[in-house]
């Protein structure tokens, strides 16, 4: 119940666009910042966008901010992760997680120590 569900991952050619959702309980999505974070086997999970869903706080990782929007429908207690431009760096399992703390919000930061609750991922995988 407290666990986001990812989808919409798959195979794109480089340049191709994707949308992953992420869908939570009603208690997990209410007033949370809902982050994306993407893994590459053998690296560091890094933070590619979060948002606040009881308010209009958004941020990018800086490195993919002019390629990548998150968006909300709390009607459907779903993040959306909206790439484009994709390149094969981006090839990575992308997780969808919960900080109920809202430190996104509070804080102005994406950190993947915040986030308590995490999804199972969704792979993603450009190929040139």
């Known amino acids: 119940q407290v666990q986001p569900v990812e989808s919409g991952g798959g195979s794109v050619q480089a340049g191709g666009s994707l949308r992953l959702s992420c869908t939570l309980s009603k208690t997990s999505y209410l007033d949370n910042c809902i982050g994306w974070f993407r893994q590459v086997p053998g690296k560091e999970r890094e933070g590619v966008a979060t948002?606040?869903?009881?308010?209009?706080?958004?941020y990018f990782a800086d490195s993919l901010k002019d390629r990548v929007d998150i968006t909300k429908d709390n009607a459907k207690n779903t993040v959306y992760l909206q790439m484009n431009k994709l390149k094969p760096e981006d090839t990575a399992m992308y997780y969808c997680?919960?900080?109920?703390?809202?430190?996104?919000?509070?804080?102005?930061?994406?950190?993947?120590?915040?986030?308590?609750?995490w999804g199972q991922g969704t792979q993603v995988t450009v190929s040139s």
């Open positions: 948002l606040y869903t009881g308010g209009s706080s958004r």
């Open positions: 997680a919960a900080d109920p703390q809202r430190r996104c919000a509070v804080y102005g930061r994406l950190r993947a120590e915040d986030y308590r609750y």
